[in-house]
């Protein structure tokens, strides 16, 4: 069935990085443009990046310090995350275009 299932997060020191990975299954991963989102506490869920294609696209707050990626031939889509700030900490979740069930997410959190 179709899946999602996102992995990585973890506890980090503001200036730190990580590097999320989304496993997908159950649809033809390459045909599909893919995002990653996050969701703090008491926010509506925001997009954060999405990838299509050779093209990537960043919301303004990540621009220059997030990196959408992907491996088609293992359907994993990745986000490395450099230079985070505690305004990083979410729930982060990753999904296609258009959206299908959600997965787990992944929380991150950025703290000292």
């Known amino acids: 069935q179709v899946q999602l299932v996102e992995s990585g997060g973890g506890l980090v020191q503001p200036g730190g990085s990580l590097r999320l990975s989304c496993a997908a299954s159950g649809f033809t991963f390459s045909s599909y443009a893919m995002s990653w989102y996050r969701q703090a506490p008491g926010k509506e869920r925001e997009l954060v990046a999405t990838?299509?294609?050779?093209?990537?696209n960043y919301a303004d707050p990540v621009k220059g310090r997030f990196t959408i990626s992907r491996d088609n031939a293992k359907k994993t889509v990745y986000l490395q995350m450099n230079s985070l700030k505690p305004e990083d900490t979410a729930v982060y979740y990753c999904?296609?275009?258009?959206?299908?069930?959600w997965g787990q997410g992944t929380q991150v959190t950025v703290s000292s």
């Open positions: 990838i299509a294609g050779p093209y990537a």
């Open positions: 999904n296609r275009r258009p959206t299908i069930t």
